[in-house]
């Protein structure tokens, strides 16, 4: 992220909290210096604040605990924001993305939009269009279900490839050695968790967040 920030810190009024429950943002910038401002202005929502310098440390992070809103650069060493969305979006389908961008890095922020992110916010950040910005991501990601968004485990990755592959519940306990039973409870926590309520929404759904991409992996 370039060092062009204007986002104000001090002086600043203490923004209300969005709601009673503290939302829990990721935010990855490879500079200390606007993670360390852009970190400052977050908590001013009421909101727990992970930065990180790197995409593979958010990703980590990802896997371990819960996340309701992340927010990347799109140019960082090793791996860029494009390929953090793309691979965020895989573990936690509906996590809302946001992504920064300066004026050169316009159609970088485009691809990002394609493959998952909400919308992008262009540099130098000004404060109250940032936050604005980030409470309407926020807004949006409000799950009724308790399992709506959470991360899909890799003993659901399992069964969610052989139910891409048109395997029944059956034929999916026979392959893994798992009983039925086991099976039917991971089928319908992915069911909640990409919340649809069918196999063809879920191969929809799979096809449209890029989960089908799972059906390659080893």
Same mark, same amino acid.
């Given at each position: 992220m370039s060092p062009c920030l204007s986002i104000e810190i001090a002086g600043s009024k203490r923004v209300a909290m969005i709601n009673k429950v503290k939302k829990r943002i990721f935010f990855v910038d490879n500079e200390p210096s606007v993670r360390r401002a852009v970190g400052r202005t977050l908590k001013q929502l009421g909101s727990k604040v992970n930065c990180f310098a790197n995409a593979a440390d958010c990703l980590e992070q990802l896997r371990l605990q819960s996340c309701d809103l992340l927010i990347?650069?799109?140019?960082?060493?090793?791996?860029?924001?494009?390929?953090? %969305?793309?691979? /965020?979006?895989?573990? %936690?389908?509906? +996590?809302?993305?946001?992504?920064?961008? $300066?004026? @050169? !890095?316009?159609? *970088?922020?485009?691809? /990002?939009?394609?493959? $998952?992110?909400? &919308?992008?916010?262009?540099?130098? *950040?000004?404060?109250?269009?940032?936050? /604005?910005?980030?409470?309407?991501?926020?807004?949006? &990601?409000?799950?009724? !279900?308790? *399992? +709506? @968004?959470?991360?899909?485990?890799? /003993?659901?990755?399992?069964?969610?490839?052989?139910? *891409? !592959? @048109?395997?029944?519940?059956?034929?999916?306990?026979?392959?893994?050695h798992r009983s039925i039973r086991t099976v039917e409870v991971h089928r319908r926590n992915i069911m909640r968790k990409l919340n649809v309520d069918s196999v063809a929404g879920l191969v929809k759904r799979a096809a449209k967040m890029g989960l089908v991409n799972l059906k390659t992996e080893q």
């Open positions: 990347t650069d799109v140019k960082m060493p090793g791996m860029d924001g494009i390929e953090l %969305v793309c691979r /965020a979006k895989r573990l %936690v389908p509906w +996590l809302p993305v946001l992504v920064v961008t $300066g004026y @050169g !890095d316009i159609p *970088l922020a485009v691809r /990002a939009i394609k493959v $998952g992110a909400v &919308n992008f916010i262009e540099k130098p *950040l000004e404060r109250h269009s940032f936050l /604005a910005a980030v409470e309407s991501a926020l807004e949006q &990601n409000s799950p009724y !279900d308790g *399992l +709506l @968004g959470k991360a899909i485990s890799k /003993a659901e990755k399992k069964v969610l490839r052989l139910l *891409l !592959d @048109g395997r029944s519940n059956k034929e999916i306990a026979h392959t893994l």
